[in-house]
């Protein structure tokens, strides 16, 4: 078999989390953000109960504040535009049982944000491990897929059908990628992602697998979900192609300056021993902390605030990339 990479759930041997390091990119929300990024690692390490915790700091300055804030963690000092290590960072595969890194191309989210230093830090990371490392000559973030373990991949046509990833690729040549550089043998594509999410679309804001062939799905909130459309054609897409689809409360109409954000509790993160849920003040925060956690027994669920970490465009699943076991 090809090298394919598992299912979150699988168990990790650590993971790396981007720790914020560019006062001229957070302005104000650096110190809070850090703040919510520290209070994840903890949950995630669960007092050396969880996985190993290395924080992915950009500079000797920020390399020491991070170190100071989380005692427990390990800090690798590598260069980076962002702390958005899930699309920067390295994929980490199986293959006869051993891990593998496949680093791909990256364009700052189709040429939004071109930030020095998060072109290469997939292979720099790899190196840092001493992880088999591969580069990929196509652009595939990691937040634009995600995986059950068994050769199925899910993503949306939104994102890599776009042509400001890779212009004139087909459908056909997108999936013979995911193939030959993942392992798949089978692809959902959904539709459209959240609405305004500067990704165009990524996965793991929309829909998650939390079992083999089971797809978790936010279920709109309210008459003013801004997603609910979105939310109807996945759903339908997903059970057409023969997935059992979980229902999950949606965040449902999250403003932040008079502005629609794409606040999704879809983003947790599946840890060891907890799954990391991100909350936003909304009123479904405990009800989506409590149906996420059911469907991980022996894991504890735990809500964290993802305000200021949403401001830069993401949340926790967002800034973390797994090595697993």
């Not at 899910?154 to 212009?167: K, V």
């Not at 993160?269 to 405990?286: C, E, H, L």
């Amino acid at each position: 078999m090809s090298a394919r990479q598992p299912p979150e759930w699988a168990e990790h041997d650590w993971v790396w989390i981007g720790f914020p390091s560019h006062g001229e990119l957070w302005e104000n929300d650096l110190g809070p953000a850090r703040e919510e990024v520290i209070a994840f690692a903890r949950a995630v390490h669960a007092d050396g109960a969880g996985e190993e915790v290395r924080l992915v700091a950009a500079d000797p300055a920020s390399a020491r504040v991070a170190k100071e804030m989380a005692p427990f963690a390990s800090v690798v000092q590598e260069p980076f535009g962002d702390i958005w290590l899930r699309d920067t960072g390295p994929i980490i595969l199986k293959e006869r049982g051993l891990p593998r890194a496949a680093s791909f191309r990256f364009n700052g989210w189709g040429g939004k944000y071109d930030l020095e230093g998060d072109g290469t830090i997939g292979l720099r990371l790899a190196h840092t491990a001493d992880l088999e490392a591969a580069r990929r000559d196509w652009i595939l973030e990691g937040g634009a897929i995600d995986v059950d373990g068994t050769g199925l991949v899910a993503t949306t046509e939104q994102c890599l059908l776009n042509p400001n990833r890779n212009l004139g690729f087909s459908r056909e040549q997108v999936e013979a990628r995911l193939r030959a550089d993942l392992g798949a043998d089978r692809i959902l594509w959904l539709g459209e992602g959240l609405l305004n999410d500067h990704t165009d679309g990524h996965v793991d804001n929309l829909a998650r697998f939390v079992a083999e062939g089971r797809l978790a799905l936010p279920a709109p909130t309210g008459d003013d979900d801004p997603n609910a459309e979105v939310y109807e054609d996945a759903r339908r897409r997903a059970e057409a192609f023969g997935l059992e689809v979980v229902p999950l409360p949606s965040a449902g109409r999250v403003l932040r300056d008079g502005e629609v954000i794409p606040a999704s509790y879809m983003n947790f993160y599946i840890g060891n021993a907890a799954v990391v849920v991100p909350i936003y003040g909304a009123p479904n925060d405990d009800a989506a902390v409590e149906a996420i956690g059911a469907l991980f027994p022996g894991r504890k669920a735990v809500g964290l605030r993802a305000d200021h970490v949403l401001t830069g465009g993401g949340s926790f699943h967002c800034i973390s990339q797994q090595v697993p076991k």
